[in-house]
């Protein structure tokens, strides 16, 4: 019980520091800066760097007529201390909703644009529907990764015992 009002501290912590960042970095950053994200398109060659990194997955689908979809990967996941923090974070994976059919039926994906964050074993950490401007993106991903460093350390934990 301690840990988990530990863990909660901390991540508050970590989420306001951060959030705190992000904002700075959205009036600080020049437009023509050119940092992406580095999208797989493949699953399969995705879950293998998961594995290999010990890094979760982040998952989003969209669709090529979809106009949030568009607004979202344009506006919020291009934003460049945004799209630094999911390369070194995350195993990124781009899906389309018309074409990945079998992983969208997989996932339950109904509503676009749909991130789905896992682990590299297929554990759901969040799952949201919508647009959301770069800080609140980010704050979702930071509270995520800190289920995942959790569920990390928890395995360890079962395995020296």
């Not at 020049?30 to 580095?38: C, L, M």
């Not at 998952?59 to 999911?86: D, M, N, Q, S």
Request: glycine share 4%; hydrophobic share 45%; with cysteine.
């Amino acid at each position: 019980m301690v840990e988990s009002k530990k863990w909660g501290v901390v991540g508050a912590v970590v989420l306001t520091v951060c959030g705190v960042w992000i904002h700075a970095a959205e009036r600080s950053q020049p437009a023509e800066e050119s940092v992406g994200v580095e999208w797989q398109s493949n699953l399969k060659a995705a879950h293998r760097l998961a594995v290999r990194d010990n890094k979760p997955l982040l998952i989003v689908f969209g669709a090529e007529w979809c106009h949030f979809c568009k607004k979202l990967e344009e506006e919020t996941l291009a934003h460049p201390a945004l799209a630094r923090y999911i390369n070194d974070t995350y195993v990124p994976v781009h899906l389309d909703f018309d074409k990945d059919d079998r992983v969208r039926d997989i996932l339950q994906v109904e509503r676009l644009p749909c991130t789905i964050l896992l682990t590299k074993d297929a554990e759901i950490l969040d799952r949201f529907e919508g647009y959301m401007p770069p800080a609140d993106i980010y704050k979702k991903l930071a509270a995520a990764k800190q289920v995942h460093l959790q569920l990390v350390e928890a395995a360890g934990t079962a395995t020296i015992q």
